[in-house]
């Protein structure tokens, strides 16, 4: 059993512990690598923390596996893909990046939060990269310039 997993399984069985506490459970291992990865699971979203007495207390977070997503919106998100996907295919690099977006806030595995934030991403380079044509000019959706 690794370190991190072996702090883990102790704030799953004590909620509310700070680092100190956990260092007298464990003591043959080092305060800065317990501090290291209970900050590691805070920022992975796997710990929740909480000032208390000037101490940082640490509880577990339940992970939200993708059973947790309804039907429905599993069917949504589908449809969110393949709608960000058609509009890529065609060119239009914006609209598809703000429908990454909205797949990214519906999404609750990381792993499909980052694949869509990566997603967007490109799409945003791909727009940054749109010339309009010369002597043409687009404002606020309406074309305006030679017939």
Do not use: H
């Amino acid at each position: 059993m690794s370190i991190a997993s072996e702090i883990m399984k102790y704030v799953i069985e004590n909620p509310g512990c700070t680092y100190r506490q956990i260092a007298a459970a464990m003591p043959d291992i080092n305060l800065s690598t317990i501090n290291r990865c209970l900050s590691r699971a805070f920022i992975n979203g796997k710990l929740a923390r909480e000032l208390n007495d000037s101490t940082l207390a640490y509880y577990p977070i339940e992970e939200a596996g993708p059973e947790a997503l309804t039907e429905e919106n599993r069917r949504m998100l589908t449809e969110l893909e393949n709608l960000a996907q058609q509009l890529e295919a065609k060119g239009l690099y914006f609209r598809a990046a703000s429908v990454w977006l909205t797949a990214f806030d519906m999404a609750i595995s990381n792993t499909d939060r980052s694949r869509y934030i990566s997603r967007r991403a490109a799409c945003l380079r791909y727009a940054g990269n749109f010339k309009a044509p010369e002597g043409r000019c687009y404002l606020a959706g309406r074309y305006v310039g030679e017939e």
